[in-house]
């Protein structure tokens, strides 16, 4: 079975993404785990090259990097890469430390090419020392280049909010933050309707909205959702076969869940028992109690370790799990 595309506002983002690069305009793409952002940033780069066949991408990663050492000596790794091997040598004896982010404009222009540099997980940034430094040393070297163009794009989008659209912050005039966001619910519908479908199978309408209600629309594990109960199903899908392949999911992912829970102290735990029982008033003293967190200071430590390692993410005063699945099994883990 193939897998689920959300495809209308995807392909709209994407070509709106490419034409922009193609002006020379840099470009901000975020979105929550799971959302297929890395395969869209791959199809942009793929679709760039074969409209402008001059254009040469270089793919950078800050997963595991967390210093401005770390981040210039993958940078010109990569950057390196698009050079022939004798420019290689010459080039680095060329250029110090302090002239490294010049060295993409620098190719561009000798090859007569354009680079497209992506560069992942860019919401790693805010955690370098002298973040704010850091950012003003980009701003002023980025803005200086030329034939070059830069495609920033991580998962962690309320950092990368605050990074980029936060008035005052260095590269807040870099431009817009696109939004990877949720298919459309019924164009989500008629999708899990026509994969069953084109291959001889049906569900019924309550299955469905099973389905959408079981994720959250979240787009990974609505697709594996799918594809559970696609091959359970012989002939029409109904609302028990997506209730036990739901619990198969659930099992699938409980090893990784557990390694998860694994690596929290118990007050983490305790706080995450709160949020998902009672957020409301989580710093009274009743729910200081209950919950055995402490003090209200202690809270805010907790809430600040989680969110560093993105399991939660923060809107107003409502707080949010950035896995859905981890969620429904954490309420079963907790009974």
Same mark, same amino acid.
């Given at each position: 079975?193939?897998?689920?595309?959300y495809?209308?506002?995807?392909?709209?983002?994407r070509?709106q993404?490419?034409?922009?690069?193609?002006?020379?305009?840099?470009?901000i793409?975020?979105?929550?785990?799971?959302?297929?952002?890395?395969?869209?940033?791959?199809?942009?780069?793929?679709?760039?090259?074969?409209?402008?066949?001059?254009?040469?991408?270089?793919?950078?990663s =800050? +997963?595991?990097? !967390? #210093?401005?050492? %770390?981040?210039? /000596? @993958?940078?010109?790794?990569?950057?390196?890469?698009?050079?022939?091997p004798?420019e290689?040598?010459? =080039? +680095?004896?060329? !250029? #110090?430390k302090? %002239?490294?982010? /010049? @060295?993409?404009?620098?190719?561009?222009?000798?090859?007569?090419?354009k680079?497209?540099?992506?560069?992942?997980?860019?919401?790693?940034?805010?955690?370098?020392?002298?973040? @704010?430094?850091?950012?003003?040393e980009l701003?002023?070297?980025?803005?200086?280049?030329?034939?070059?163009?830069?495609?920033?794009?991580?998962?962690?989008?309320?950092?990368?909010w605050?990074?980029f659209?936060?008035?005052?912050?260095p590269?807040s005039?870099?431009?817009?933050?696109?939004?990877l966001?949720?298919?459309?619910l019924?164009?989500?519908?008629?999708?899990?309707?026509?994969?069953?479908?084109?291959?001889?199978?049906?569900?019924t309408?309550?299955a469905?909205?099973?389905i959408?209600t079981?994720t959250?629309?979240?787009?990974?594990?609505?697709?594996?959702?799918?594809?559970?109960?696609?091959?359970?199903?012989?002939?029409v899908?109904d609302?028990?076969?997506?209730?036990?392949?739901?619990?198969?999911?659930?099992h699938?992912?409980?090893?990784?869940?557990?390694?998860?829970?694994?690596?929290?102290?118990?007050?983490?735990?305790?706080?995450?028992?709160a949020?998902?029982?009672?957020?409301?008033?989580?710093?009274?003293?009743q729910?200081?109690?209950?919950?055995?967190?402490?003090?209200?200071?202690?809270?805010?430590r907790?809430?600040k370790?989680?969110?560093?390692?993105e399991?939660i993410?923060?809107f107003?005063?409502?707080?949010?799990?950035?896995?859905?699945?981890?969620?429904?099994?954490?309420?079963?883990?907790?009974g």
């Amino acid at each position: 079975m193939n897998t689920i595309k959300y495809s209308t506002g995807h392909t709209l983002l994407r070509d709106q993404i490419i034409a922009k690069l193609s002006s020379d305009q840099n470009v901000i793409l975020a979105a929550p785990r799971g959302y297929g952002r890395r395969s869209m940033v791959h199809e942009i780069a793929f679709r760039l090259t074969e409209k402008e066949s001059n254009f040469h991408i270089c793919f950078i990663s =800050l +997963r595991n990097v !967390f #210093s401005k050492s %770390d981040f210039l /000596k @993958l940078f010109t790794d990569k950057v390196l890469q698009i050079a022939s091997p004798k420019e290689v040598k010459l =080039l +680095r004896k060329r !250029f #110090s430390k302090d %002239d490294l982010f /010049k @060295l993409p404009s620098h190719l561009a222009n000798r090859k007569k090419i354009k680079i497209l540099i992506c560069i992942g997980e860019i919401q790693n940034i805010a955690r370098f020392e002298n973040p @704010l430094q850091f950012q003003k040393e980009l701003r002023i070297l980025w803005k200086e280049q030329k034939n070059c163009v830069y495609l920033f794009h991580g998962n962690n989008w309320h950092t990368i909010w605050d990074i980029f659209q936060t008035p005052g912050k260095p590269l807040s005039p870099f431009g817009r933050v696109n939004i990877l966001k949720m298919p459309k619910l019924d164009q989500l519908e008629s999708t899990i309707k026509r994969q069953f479908f084109d291959t001889g199978k049906r569900i019924t309408p309550k299955a469905i909205r099973q389905i959408i209600t079981s994720t959250d629309q979240h787009p990974y594990y609505t697709d594996l959702l799918i594809n559970l109960s696609w091959w359970r199903t012989a002939f029409v899908c109904d609302e028990q076969i997506v209730k036990e392949s739901f619990e198969a999911l659930l099992h699938q992912f409980n090893y990784h869940f557990l390694h998860i829970t694994d690596q929290l102290t118990w007050k983490q735990l305790h706080y995450l028992k709160a949020v998902l029982e009672n957020f409301e008033g989580i710093c009274s003293a009743q729910n200081l109690e209950k919950y055995k967190l402490g003090s209200s200071s202690n809270v805010t430590r907790i809430k600040k370790s989680l969110k560093k390692r993105e399991m939660i993410w923060f809107f107003g005063k409502e707080v949010y799990f950035t896995d859905p699945l981890f969620r429904i099994w954490l309420t079963d883990f907790f009974g």
